[in-house]
């Protein structure tokens, strides 16, 4: 890993502005990475960006209270529209926690800006982004801050508590509490994270919910079915919500005796419907979401499906059960 290392931080060097882009509904994986890869590129005196698909406003509720909380840092945010005049003569960007295109925060930043690092630990898929300079891609990462915590201790930068923080949070979330995905190299991570200041309480106080959104979604668990041995299915309503809460939802039923892989169909925006996808065991949900043109890992797995109904999507994910 110390050769990926020395390659960014070669290519961090070599250029005058940095733009830090995650994917698009930022979650904590991709948060904490751009913050700490925001920190390191600070370290070299560079101009340095992080790229966001929206206004902190309409994010998801734990994510506006990092962001409440990160205020005194004065970090530089991008929002699509003011970035012409920031590119400069030698610019670079680098994706973290995806690897498609079309799922990056602003797409129309990888068309005006030649050099692109993309960092990911999703397993690579369609629409993948072409022509980098550097793709870095480990399926066996628990997430992305588990790699960037170790970049960031190779040279030896400290991460302030509030980063250290959001960070252990991207790494519970992708790990689902370390019930998925976690070696000894996830824990290892955590661990320096605490020796930097992590709050576990503060990480916690993020990821706090409001007993009505709780009890709502325990509505969806009770009313999922079993589709097939050992298959479990919810259907959410008409209602529009995250693609994390399709997430929370499969990796609860993932919790009951005999279900092996779960899946949650619901409503992302007027015209996606989102299929989140987990497994324990055998099953590769991974394979079965790229059929219909999603991806991600092993046991844990995405699509988003256009211009379609609910029913007409689990139609198409019961074909692929089948």
């Known amino acids: ?37 925001y920190e390191i590129v600070s370290k070299f005196e560079k101009d340095c960006y992080l790229f966001l698909d929206r206004p902190i406003t309409s994010m998801d509720q734990s994510i506006q209270n990092a962001f409440e909380k990160l205020k005194p840092l004065s970090i530089q945010l991008l929002f699509g529209h003011n970035y012409k005049k920031k590119i400069g003569n030698n610019p670079l960007i680098i994706v973290v926690d995806t690897h498609k295109y079309e799922r990056v925060a602003y797409p129309k930043l990888l068309e005006q800006i030649k050099d692109v690092i993309v960092i990911d630990h999703h397993i690579k898929g369609n629409g993948y982004i072409k022509d980098t300079i550097m793709s870095y891609m480990n399926s066996s990462l628990s997430s992305v801050v588990e790699f960037m915590v170790h970049y960031a ?11 250290s923080s959001i960070m252990l949070a991207g790494i519970s979330v992708d790990t689902n509490e370390y019930r998925m995905k976690t070696t000894d190299a996830t824990f290892e991570a955590s661990s320096l994270l605490m020796k930097m200041g992590a709050d576990n309480i503060q990480k916690l106080e993020f990821m706090r919910e409001t007993k009505e959104d709780y009890l709502k979604r325990l509505d969806f668990v009770k009313k999922s079915d079993i589709v097939k041995d050992g298959f479990a299915l919810c259907m959410m309503d008409e209602q529009i919500v995250q693609a994390k809460d399709l997430a929370i939802i499969s990796e609860s039923l993932l919790q009951f005796k005999k279900i092996n892989a779960a899946f949650t169909i619901g409503r992302l925006d007027d015209d996606i419907v989102g299929i989140s996808a987990r497994s324990l065991g055998d099953i590769n949900v991974e394979e079965m979401m790229e059929a219909l043109g999603g991806g991600g890992h092993y046991h844990e797995a995405a699509c988003q499906l256009k211009g379609i109904s609910l029913i007409e999507a689990k139609h198409k994910l019961m074909d692929i059960i089948r």
């Open 1 to 37: 890993m110390v050769e990926v290392f020395n390659q960014i931080t070669k290519e961090i060097k070599e250029h005058d502005t940095i733009f830090i882009m995650g994917h698009q509904e930022i979650d904590f994986d991709a948060l904490g990475s751009a913050l700490c890869l």
């Open 153 to 163: 201790k190779y040279l030896n930068v400290e991460l302030p508590p509030i980063i």
